[in-house]
Nanobody, 121 residues
């Protein structure tokens, strides 16, 4: 069984910063990619940023220049540094990972439970 545990959410004022972390644990053969998605009240879940195990990144257009995704492959952890936050960034942020589990090898898409980020004006 594989699980993702997120941390780092909270309340911040507009213009502030937060850093989210997500650690994968369990029976893991390899991780193809990890990423962050978010869902604001009344809206659909949207991609924020994704990073592959080799370090290739992809950002949603509105996050470019403000958010930075990074990873630590040795710790099976992905981070999201969020700067210049504004109230429109208020959402539940979910970690996502594409993981190969052993015995026999098979691919799983795993989601974290989400962490709330609230940006006050």
């Amino acid at each position: 069984q594989v699980q993702l545990v997120e941390s780092g959410g909270g309340l911040v004022q507009a213009g502030g910063s937060l850093r989210l972390s997500c650690a994968a644990s369990g029976s893991i053969f390899s991780i193809n990619a990890m990423g962050w998605y978010r869902q604001a009240p009344g809206k659909q879940r949207e991609m924020v940023a994704v990073i592959t195990s080799s370090g290739n990144t992809n950002y949603a257009e509105s996050m470019k220049g403000r958010f930075t995704i990074s990873n630590d492959n040795a710790k099976n952890t992905v981070y999201l540094q969020m700067n210049s936050l504004n109230p429109e960034d208020t959402a539940v942020y979910y970690c996502n990972a594409g993981i190969v589990v052993p015995g026999p090898n098979r691919f799983l898409e795993v989601w974290g439970q989400g962490t709330l980020v609230t940006v006050s004006s």
